[in-house]
């Protein structure tokens, strides 16, 4: 999860993009952006007790 977190912030996932950005900053954006996602998702995951990084909400599954 923490390096998740290091590389939406090194992509800069929450800074505001000028009205000019190349495709390239905006395609850095968008991957920032869901390392992010993916990151929270992880550490909600984890502080739940589920143990995968690929399924992180499997301990909220139903019958388990």
């Given at each position: ?26 395609l ?37």
């Amino acid at each position: 999860s923490a390096w998740l977190f290091i590389a939406a912030s090194l992509l800069h996932a929450l800074d505001p993009l000028p009205g000019d950005a190349p495709a390239a900053l905006r395609l850095a954006k968008i991957v920032g952006v869901a390392a992010l996602v993916w990151a929270i998702a992880v550490f909600i995951g984890a502080a739940s007790g589920a143990r995968d990084p690929l399924q992180p909400f499997a301990a909220w599954q139903a019958g388990r």
